[in-house]
């Protein structure tokens, strides 16, 4: 049974027990009133009736006095009539009396009136000549026997008071025994109810107070408390059913909550701690390093070369190069420390317990040599390189956490920018740096908005013919407060920091105009050389923005050339810059090795590709006609050039002694001061109608 | 111990013999619940009430001038105050009027019983010369001339009607009619411890011990309707006009009402009951050798005389009031 009918059922059962009762108590006070009632009104019918008679019976006697005392003289048969309506008065009184005597007692005494009456009236009757007899009573006997009648009388009228009182004292009594009945049965129905219901009521507290210390323990953490009560078919058991229910929840939620929190704090590609977790560590180290012996170093490693091997392995191989960087880390520091994984693969490590900065930098070589271990991914062994910049949290000077952080991530520019696989440790100078290519960068940006960034223009000449061969696109900032600025303060800068498309376009935009102007002025202008990176011909579209761009401007691909520099083809078949290369090729477009001769060239690529020309470094170029060692290195990679039929350019020529040796080498194109500096493109026109004009005159002349 | 017990036994046997001489004493004294009329008499309410009209009537005497109630006084408990009444020629009779009270089962009537019925009595005082001084014809004829009577002897006496017989039968009928009231002796002997003084106590005992009272005035109504010689000098020889040996005899009246009955004795010759009983104290006295039936009562005391006359006032009636008929005036 449910409890609510367990706690409902008693009290109505109560309720309906005390309303009976109180009925019944109310039944009996009615029941005994009327019983009262009756039995006075009875009482008082019946005591009316015997006045009635004492009155007649005083009215008889009185007539009867009256004629006896002699004093008038009437019929004897009007006297008997009289006297006989007295006895039927009387005999109808009887009547009643009779009808109404209820107790023996009562018909005793009736009977007796009854007696008495008969033998007064007999008498009464001979003394007014009603009947004849020889003896007649005297007044006295008369007197007498009224007085018989009477108490006769008396006695019925006392005997029914008294009855009347002794049944009003029975009806109250019985109503007393009544009420005394019902109120020792409620009692005990009372009792034995309260008893089961404060039994059923200490169990129940039983239970509850159970399933609040199950339920206490679940609030604390003890989801596996065993809760009882549970097989119950009533409130008690879906309370413990829901509870257990309820612990199973909480115990899911919690699991799943330190797991979210896990999640929140940690890298799941790792499982090493996030930027997140790493500001928080770093906080802590910064609250606990006061008044310590020991420095914390923040160590910012960035993956080399990793971004490569994602987009040539795929990103499961860059996972797997993530988790074999972390693991290397992780087997390099120290308990108390910590690496954190700030981005896609750049690491951030934590040493709390530092004392100076060779340890520092011991530890970091150490890092970067796990790193750049090779790992075997389906086979193939990868290498991957690391840089690492380095920031020493002073104890007086930075406490800001993402200031350190900045601080190591300046380190990591400063080494990324001295080459791969560097370490390099943060001090203010290098902030300064930092701050001012910073600087540098924002003028940048809106030097590229506000078109400060145009483009200059070198010829190229044939040697032999003195004919324009075309012209090499060079970017020049008209910086609003510095002046005139070469590409070198700026093009490294743009390139590292995403601009470098947005500067090509400018240039290319700039170079397609030029051409078009030229031309539309019918000066000779065969194409302009433009400068890419291997990352802007790595990154796919390169081709078809080319395309887009010239058919716009109604020309051709071979109006433009492309200039690379020679270290792009250092890489293996696989880079993707080579394959862009094939496809310009493909397309028609120029391909120009600038620089050639600096870098690591495969002369094997130089070979597949062929490329359409390739530009000797000034290096080789300036001078050479005073350095036989410098003329034989011309003139082999000249040799090489011409073996291969692929056109050469030397850059950087100056002199006309330059000019004659390059000739007598077999190079006759030629770029430099000393064909024509950088020219902005007005000036070139200028220069071309002047050429032109001094060429006309020549063969004029 | 024993003492004590045979003295416990003795007082309840004393008791119960009191007890047992109490009760006699109770029944001796009890009255009568009936009034026996003789053989030969009828009784009727009419009747009676008639006999008290006439009783009442003057027109019953010659010259009209006094009733039968005119000497027999029911204020003075149907007698008259003086030694001897006057008749109707205003001359003292020979006697003193004797009472009428409790005369039905008497069987002779008048001091010296000359008249065996109440009938025959009541014809003496109408018809004597020197009492009313009338005659039976003249009452008739006197009483017939009046409507009322005769309307109410018709109705009384329906076959009679209006006689001489019938006026003394109704005369009878009424006077038997006639008892002593209840008085305080009667409720005592019924039983009310409280209703006689003890002085009155006292003197019943006198009245049937040392004053030998009983031993004529007997019963209820205190007489035993007998002759007695008590002494008393004089020529009136009572009963012995009818029998010699009865000479100086006289009925013995009932002592009820007594108190209200002065002067006593048949010729009124004693004013008081004090008077009376000292009499009969001394003895009464001889005369012509005829001796008193009383002897000296030596061993009364006056104190003895005093107790026996609050007794015989206890036999003096609660109500001895009679009320007076309305008469028929023509």
């Not at chain 1, 087997?331 to 910590?338: E, F, K, L, V, Y």
């Not at chain 1, 601009?499 to 400018?506: A, V």
């Amino acid at each position: 049974m449910s409890i609510k009918r367990r706690i409902l059922g008693p009290i109505i059962l109560l309720i309906l027990i005390g309303i009976a009762g109180a009925s019944w108590i109310t039944l009996a006070a009615i029941k005994t009133q009327n019983a009262i009632q009756d039995a006075n009104f009875t009482v008082m019918r019946t005591l009316r009736t015997t006045e009635r008679a004492q009155r007649t019976r005083k009215e008889a006697e009185a007539q009867l006095h009256r004629f006896l005392t002699f004093n008038m003289i009437e019929p004897r048969a009007k006297i008997a009539q009289r006297h006989q309506e007295f006895v039927n008065a009387f005999n109808a009184i009887w009547d009643e009396l009779n009808t109404a005597a209820s107790s023996p007692r009562q018909k005793e005494l009736t009977a007796n009136l009854r007696h008495s009456f008969d033998l007064w009236n007999k008498e009464a009757s001979i003394t007014l000549g009603i009947r004849r007899d020889s003896a007649i009573p005297s007044h006295i006997r008369l007197g007498h026997l009224g007085h018989r009648l009477e108490l006769a009388l008396v006695a019925l009228e006392q005997e029914v008071r008294s009855g009347a009182a002794n049944a009003n004292r029975l009806a109250r009594q019985n109503y007393v025994h009544e009420v005394a009945l019902v109120f020792i049965s409620m009692v005990v129905i009372f009792v034995i109810a309260g008893t089961a219901f404060i039994g059923f009521g200490s169990h129940l507290v039983t239970s509850l107070t159970r399933l609040a210390t199950a339920m206490e323990q679940i609030r604390k953490g003890d989801y596996d408390t065993k809760i009882g009560d549970q097989g119950r078919q009533d409130e008690v058991g879906q309370i413990a059913r829901g509870v257990f229910a309820f612990a199973n929840t909480l115990r899911d939620l919690s699991t799943a909550k330190s797991r979210i929190e896990h999640l929140a704090l940690h890298d799941q590609l790792t499982n090493l701690p996030n930027r997140r977790a790493l500001q928080d560590h770093l906080t802590n180290c910064l609250a606990d390093q006061d008044d310590s012996i020991y420095q914390t170093a923040v160590l910012h490693v960035d993956l080399d070369r990793f971004k490569q091997i994602n987009d040539l392995l795929g990103h499961a191989a860059g996972d797997e190069i993530l988790r074999h960087a972390a693991r290397a880390m992780q087997a390099q520091i120290g308990p108390q420390d910590m690496t954190a994984r700030v981005g896609g693969d750049e690491f951030v490590i934590v040493l709390s317990h530092t004392t100076d900065s060779a340890e520092v930098e011991r530890l970091a070589l150490n890092v970067i040599s796990a790193i750049s271990r090779p790992v075997e991914i389906w086979g193939e062994f990868v290498n991957v390189g690391a840089s690492i910049g380095i920031a020493f949290v002073s104890a007086n000077e930075e406490q800001d956490p993402a200031r350190i952080l900045s601080n190591a991530d300046i380190a990591l520019y400063v080494a990324k920018s001295q080459g791969r696989g560097r370490i390099s440790f943060y001090n203010d100078a290098t902030r300064a740096r930092f701050e001012g290519n910073m600087a540098l960068l924002k003028d940048l940006r809106a030097g590229l908005e506000n078109g400060e960034i145009t483009a200059f223009f070198q010829p190229q000449v044939d040697g032999h013919t003195g004919e324009v061969l075309g012209f090499e696109a060079l970017a020049r900032w008209h910086h609003p407060e510095r002046g005139m600025l070469d590409p070198g303060v700026f093009i490294t800068l743009a390139f590292e920091h995403g601009l470098g498309d947005q500067l090509t376009e400018t240039i290319v935009t700039d170079a397609i105009a030029a051409l078009l102007e030229w031309r539309a002025h019918g000066l000779p202008a065969p194409c302009v050389s433009v400068n890419f990176s291997a990352k802007q011909l790595r990154d796919g579209g390169l081709v078809e923005y080319l395309d887009d761009t010239l058919f716009a401007a109604g020309l051709q691909p071979k109006d433009i050339a492309i200039e690379v520099l020679e270290s792009v083809l250092f890489g293996d078949g696989v880079d993707p810059a080579l394959n862009t290369i094939a496809r310009l090729q493909e397309r028609g477009y120029k391909i120009e090795l600038d620089d050639f001769g600096t870098g690591h060239a495969s002369i094997s690529n130089l070979r597949r590709f062929k490329v359409d020309a390739v530009k000797l470094d000034r290096d080789f170029v300036s001078g050479v006609d005073q350095d036989s060692e410098q003329e034989m290195i011309l003139r082999t990679l000249i040799d090489l050039c011409c073996n291969l039929d692929i056109e050469c350019l030397a850059e950087g020529v100056e002199t006309d002694a330059e000019k004659a040796m390059l000739l007598s080498l077999g190079c006759h194109r030629f770029q430099g001061y000393g064909v024509a500096r950088p020219m902005p493109k007005d000036a070139i026109t200028a220069w071309l109608r002047d050429r032109d004009q001094s060429l006309i005159a020549i063969k004029a002349g | 111990m024993r003492v004590l017990t045979a003295l416990l036994i003795g007082l309840c046997g004393a008791t119960l013999v009191a007890a047992a001489s109490w009760q006699d004493i109770q029944q001796e004294y009890a009255r009568p619940a009936y009034i026996d009329f003789p053989e030969g008499t009828t009784y009727s309410p009419q009747k009676a009430a008639l006999g008290k009209m006439l009783f009442f009537d003057a027109r019953l005497s010659g010259p009209q001038n006094l009733s039968c109630a005119t000497c027999h006084n029911p204020s003075f408990g149907w007698e008259s105050p003086t030694p001897r009444a006057k008749g109707a020629r205003n001359q003292a009779l020979a006697r003193h009027t004797p009472t009428l009270e409790n005369l039905a089962e008497a069987t002779h009537f008048f001091w010296d019983g000359r008249a065996s019925s109440l009938e025959e009595q009541a014809r003496g005082p109408i018809t004597h010369p020197m009492e009313m001084g009338s005659s039976m014809e003249e009452v008739v004829a006197r009483l017939k001339q009046i409507s009322g009577y005769r309307r109410y002897f018709r109705i009384a006496f329906p076959q009679e009607g209006l006689t001489q017989s019938t006026v003394l039968s109704a005369l009878a009928t009424y006077q038997r009619t006639l008892r002593s009231g209840w008085s305080p002796f009667d409720d005592w002997i019924s039983g009310d411890e409280d209703a006689i003084s003890e002085t009155a106590k006292r003197g019943f005992d006198v009245f049937t011990g040392v004053g030998n009272c009983n031993s004529c005035h007997t019963g209820w109504a205190f007489t035993d309707h007998q002759f007695h010689n008590i002494g008393l000098l004089g020529e009136d020889i009572g009963r012995g006009a009818f029998d010699p040996n009865m000479r100086y005899r006289f009925k013995t009246p009932g002592l009820r009402n007594i108190a209200l009955r002065a002067p006593y004795m048949h010729d009124g010759s004693l004013p008081s009951l004090r008077d009376v009983i000292e009499h009969y104290r001394h003895g009464g006295a001889s005369q012509e050798g005829v001796s008193s039936d009383l002897s000296p009562l030596t061993d009364m005391t006056d104190n003895d005389i005093t107790d026996l006359i609050a007794f015989l006032d206890s036999l003096t009636a609660y109500e001895p009031h009679v009320s007076a008929p309305s008469l028929p005036a023509n």
